[in-house]
């Protein structure tokens, strides 16, 4: 009875490691979490920061490290998703910053500047002693500036070469208009040359058959006289 009893007690102490094991907090998991992204191992990272927010969803610190380690995998817009989330409910102003700040570098690495601009100054209203995030907003306002001046060259470049075509297109069009007219005008003069040559043709054929026929009949009397003069010399 001994032996059964030591063995259950051995039994009931490993249980009880067990459920101690398996109720580990989302501080647990926060800490290690923390630790495999100092490590750089950022997708464990996310597992135990999501493990942390099934135990408590509302949990703003693994909200906003789950957003970071999204972020270090290139997943951009899982990440702004959870920073977006975690700003709705946190309330300590330093971390709000913080989160800012980061959507801020977010939105400017996608050249979203003026949305950038707006998550620099959410930030700053937050924390306004933060030197970093005020060189930010300031570089990210000259990029917009420069930007829209760039955007400006274009479109009065782009004018430019639509109204230079229009004007080309307008030249080939008269060109072609009066290359038509002068083919037209062409083919009128070729005709009116060609009936003015008719006529002449066939007045010169009128004026030879005519000659032909008075110098026939030139010839008929003359040979009439001729005959007439044998006659009378007969005679």
């Known amino acids: 009875?001994?032996?059964?009893?030591?063995?259950?007690?051995?039994?009931?102490v490993?249980?009880?490691?067990?459920?101690?094991?398996?109720?580990?907090?989302?501080?647990d998991y926060l800490r290690s979490g923390n630790k495999l992204y100092n490590d750089s191992l950022f997708i464990k990272a996310e597992v135990d920061y999501r493990k942390a927010l099934e135990i408590n969803p509302k949990s703003t610190d693994a909200m906003f490290n789950l957003a970071n380690a999204l972020l270090m995998q290139q997943k951009a817009k899982e990440?702004?998703?959870?920073?977006?989330?975690?700003?709705?409910?946190?309330?300590?102003?330093?971390?709000?910053?913080?989160?800012?700040?980061?959507?801020?570098?977010?939105?400017?690495?996608?050249?979203?500047?003026?949305?950038?601009?707006?998550?620099?100054?959410?930030?700053?209203?937050?924390n306004p002693k933060d030197?970093?995030?005020?060189?930010?907003?300031?570089?990210?306002?000259?990029?917009?500036?420069?930007?829209?001046?760039?955007?400006?060259?274009q479109d009065q470049q782009q004018q430019q070469q639509e109204q230079k075509e229009d004007k080309q297109d307008q030249n080939k069009d008269q060109q072609e208009q009066e290359q038509k007219d002068q083919q037209q005008q062409n083919q009128q003069q070729q005709q009116q040359n060609k009936n003015e040559m008719s006529k002449e043709n066939a007045q010169q054929l009128l004026n030879a058959v005519m000659q032909d026929e008075k110098n026939v009949q030139d010839k008929v009397k003359k040979q009439i006289q001729i005959q007439g003069k044998k006659l009378e010399k007969d005679w």
């Open 131 to 153: 030197d970093e995030t005020r060189y930010n907003l300031a570089l990210a306002q000259k990029q917009l500036k420069d930007q829209q001046q760039n955007q400006q060259n």
């Open 14 to 27: 490993a249980s009880a490691g067990q459920v101690l094991a398996q109720q580990k907090t989302d501080r």
């Open 1 to 12: 009875m001994m032996k059964k009893f030591y063995i259950l007690s051995l039994l009931l």
């Open 79 to 126: 990440a702004m998703e959870q920073y977006e989330s975690v700003s709705k409910i946190e309330k300590d102003k330093d971390k709000l910053a913080q989160i800012y700040h980061n959507m801020g570098v977010m939105l400017q690495s996608a050249k979203q500047l003026p949305q950038c601009i707006e998550a620099y100054k959410e930030s700053l209203r937050n």
